[in-house]
Nanobody, 123 residues
Framework: VQLQASGGGLVQAGGSLRLSCAASGRTFRLYSTGWFRQAPGKEREFVAAINWSASSTYYADSVRGRFTVSRDNAKNTVYLQMNSLKPEDTAVYFC?????????????????WGQGTEVTVSS
């Protein structure tokens, strides 16, 4: 599986962005997918996860209520809708996937990673 994240950019505080994670492979619909982010000088942190069927999602406390993860298995794509963005959301965002299928919240649990897409939120 190869992952391609896109949709990052510069946005003002309070604005919105939608990130996309496009995957190759016919079995991607069976993969659990997660979003992580890494701000300058900080460690990578978990943001959100969705299981293979989209029946379960999970969010970091810092984004719950503002971000929504979803997937379109027909398009082999997972999305991260980010609303009410704050300057502290500024980071490089990565998507990751694993064949296990259930919700995974730790980076070490994911086998496949995409390149990052940069999100900058100005105050």
């Amino acid at each position: 599986v190869q992952l391609q994240a896109s949709g990052g950019g510069l946005v003002q505080a309070g604005g919105s962005l939608r990130l996309s994670c496009a995957a190759s492979g016919r079995t991607f619909r069976l993969y659990s997918t997660g979003w992580f982010r890494q701000a300058p000088g900080k460690e990578r942190e978990f943001v959100a996860a969705i299981n293979w069927s989209a029946s379960s999602t999970y969010y970091a406390d810092s984004v719950r209520g503002r971000f929504t993860v979803s997937r379109d298995n027909a398009k082999n794509t997972v999305y991260l809708q980010m609303n009410s963005l704050k300057p502290e959301d500024t980071a490089v965002y990565f998507c990751a996937a694993d064949r296990i299928g259930s919700l995974l919240t730790r980076g070490s649990e994911y086998q496949y990673w995409g390149q990052g897409t940069e999100v900058t939120v100005s105050s």
